[in-house]
């Protein structure tokens, strides 16, 4: 595969449940991202990971806890959501922190009951 | 800081006819500029991007747009578009420095009918 994998490509959880996203890239990239895409808003900056260490949260809630084992890997670990999470959780790499262009990956529909 | 304005939430068109996609942004630095496009139940994919050089800068698929540096802007056109071009349409900046993250308008909602 190429580019940016992500999956699962939709998710139904529970308030209570824990589920985890994970996202791939295939590109050679040493930083990677987490948006949140909420209807009407813009796209949300979560996290930014440089060579596997987090290097920003954007006063993300703790129900949201990420993890990047190496440079081609990320999850998003969720638990205990909120109904007002449901949203398009999309990951992105580049080059290098700050580097551009970021490519996407398509993105995890979640939606919490 | 830096912020991208997209006046039009929304912008529907006859297939055939010309469109252009505002993007206004704000920035006391040197940025780069992208469009991204995503399509329904999608995710972004690059469209274009102004880096440097020629500040008018063209896609595959037919769009262009230009870096306007003494109106910041960065307006995307299509002289005839597609029902396939049905989508939504994102413009962001960068300063493309160390800590520079991508900062995105809230998107043009492109719908072309027949």
């Known amino acids: 595969e190429t580019g940016v994998t992500q999956t699962p490509r939709h998710l139904v959880m529970g308030m209570t449940n824990k589920k985890s996203l994970k996202c791939e890239q295939h590109?050679?990239?040493?930083?990677m991202y987490w948006y949140k895409q909420s209807a009407k808003k813009p796209l949300e900056l979560m996290f930014v990971?440089?060579?596997?260490?987090?290097?920003e949260n954007n006063s993300v809630p703790s129900r949201f806890s990420p993890e990047c084992p190496n440079s081609s890997h990320l999850f998003l670990h969720l638990h205990t959501l909120q109904p007002e999470d449901s949203a398009l959780y999309l990951c992105?790499?580049?080059?290098?922190?700050?580097?551009?262009?970021?490519?996407f990956g398509p993105g995890t529909r979640l939606t919490v009951l | 800081a830096q912020s991208v304005t997209q006046l039009d939430s929304q912008v529907p068109v006859f297939e055939e006819a010309p469109v252009e996609l505002r993007c206004n942004y704000s920035?006391?630095?040197?940025?780069?500029l992208f469009w991204y496009v995503q399509y329904p139940n999608q995710g972004l994919q690059l469209l274009l991007k102004?880096?440097?050089?020629?500040?008018l800068v063209e896609s595959i698929n037919g769009f262009e747009a230009e870096f306007n540096k003494s109106q910041t802007s960065f307006h995307l056109r299509k002289p005839s578009v597609h029902i396939s071009d049905t989508a939504e349409y994102f413009c962001?900046?960068?300063?493309?420095?160390?800590?520079?993250?991508?900062?995105f308008g809230k998107g043009t909602k492109l719908s072309v009918k027949p």
């Open positions: 590109l050679g990239h040493n930083a």
């Open positions: 102004y880096l440097s050089g020629s500040t």
């Open positions: 962001a900046v960068s300063d493309g420095g160390s800590q520079g993250n991508l900062i």
């Open positions: 920035s006391s630095v040197s940025v780069y």
């Open positions: 990971y440089s060579l596997e260490e987090r290097v």
């Open positions: 992105a790499s580049s080059q290098v922190r700050g580097g551009v262009p970021q490519y």
